[in-house]
């Protein structure tokens, strides 16, 4: 079960902890610190994925296999890699 604690008390206890004065001030401190770790604004942006060109694959396939068929095996290999990488990463 978890155990909900309020605002107030999590601030006496930081206080506390801290060995700092009970005060109006102390508080308003602690109280804008939690709201400021609350209030997440920090977004993540995705940027879009972008699949190879026909041209960029044939590009790589020939660098690194040393010639370029007309879209045989390796380019479905290359293809099943790249849609494999899609699932992953959005």
């Given at each position: 079960?978890?155990?909900?604690?309020?605002?107030?008390?999590?601030?006496?206890?930081?206080?506390?902890?801290?060995?700092?004065?009970?005060?109006?001030?102390?508080?308003?401190?602690?109280r804008k610190m939690l709201?400021?770790?609350?209030?997440?604004?920090?977004?993540?942006?995705?940027?879009?994925?972008?699949?190879?060109?026909?041209?960029?694959?044939?590009?790589?396939?020939?660098?690194?296999?040393?010639?370029?068929?007309?879209?045989?095996?390796?380019?479905?290999?290359?293809?099943?890699?790249?849609?494999?990488?899609?699932?992953?990463?959005?």
């Open positions: 079960m978890i155990k909900r604690v309020s605002q107030r008390d999590v601030i006496g206890k930081l206080l506390k902890d801290n060995n700092m004065p009970d005060t109006p001030t102390a508080r308003a401190i602690y709201e400021r770790d609350d209030d997440d604004d920090t977004q993540v942006y995705r940027k879009p994925w972008v699949g190879l060109t026909e041209e960029e694959v044939s590009k790589i396939i020939d660098a690194e296999i040393g010639f370029n068929s007309c879209w045989g095996p390796e380019e479905s290999f290359a293809r099943a890699i790249e849609a494999k990488l899609k699932e992953k990463n959005t």
